[in-house]
């Protein structure tokens, strides 16, 4: 998957609840660990469930620095963004991966750190993680609408989209294919050439799809949803 972003040393992962950018980060972190240094941010100051967070000691255990807000996975209810995440851009490291807060009111952690992104812009790279079987992203004004929020109080320009449309161990390639010209039509709408697809290896061997993909395994499953597939 790190080949999608060649060239970047930050990666920026946001999207809706339930985009799948958490389980993405996680795959992109493990795969960037086996050829360098990596660092994994977790800037989701608004939800609890589905974070980096989760898995932060097994990835640590990789050889993997996780960086996550004060007090998350606590009782606390508002979580404070550390000074150590501001070292990120000063502490070498060869990829570092930002696993953002759902829609613009998690964006806004993102925008604390514009002057230090600036400075980097370059080697930044922005992505907006869909997943079309979620509700508020289902069609192309839906996702238009959001990827502007996100910008907006980001301060960031999206510079790709993935198109990671499932249905966990419902998902079929209909519903991938329908969510990738879902994605592909917003991108256009929104002058965003680069566009990939990421999901379960079986099932996107069997589509037919116009994007380049990636698989991604699964990692933050809870042992409810397993009980279910």
């Not at 963004?81 to 696993?99: G, M, R, Y």
């Not at 993909?213 to 949803?225: G, K, L, N």
């Amino acid at each position: 998957m790190t080949e999608f972003f060649k060239g970047s040393r930050f990666i920026v992962l946001t999207g809706n609840y339930g985009s799948g950018k958490t389980e993405i980060s996680i795959n992109l972190a493990l795969h960037a660990n086996r050829q360098g240094s990596t660092t994994l941010v977790d800037l989701d100051i608004v939800n609890p469930y589905f974070r980096t967070g989760e898995k932060a000691e097994e990835l640590r255990r990789e050889g993997i620095r996780v960086l996550m807000p004060t007090y998350a996975m606590t009782t606390v209810d508002i979580p404070a963004l550390p000074a150590e995440i501001q070292s990120v851009f000063t502490v070498p490291s060869e990829k570092v991966i930002f696993d953002v807060g759902g829609d613009d009111t998690g964006a806004a952690a993102l925008g604390r750190y514009y002057p230090s992104f600036m400075q980097f812009r370059k080697e930044t790279a922005v992505a907006l993680v869909v997943n079309c079987m979620r509700p508020l992203t289902q069609d192309t004004e839906d996702i238009a609408d959001l990827a502007d929020r996100i910008q907006r109080r980001g301060r960031l320009r999206i510079d790709m989209m993935i198109n990671n449309t499932n249905l966990a161990g419902q998902t079929t390639c209909e519903m991938v294919e329908q969510g990738e010209e879902t994605v592909l039509k917003s991108a256009e709408k929104l002058g965003i050439k680069k566009v990939i697809t990421t999901g379960m290896a079986g099932i996107l061997e069997a589509c037919r799809l116009r994007t380049p993909s990636a698989p991604v395994a699964r990692y933050m499953v809870p042992e409810w949803m397993e009980a279910q597939e």
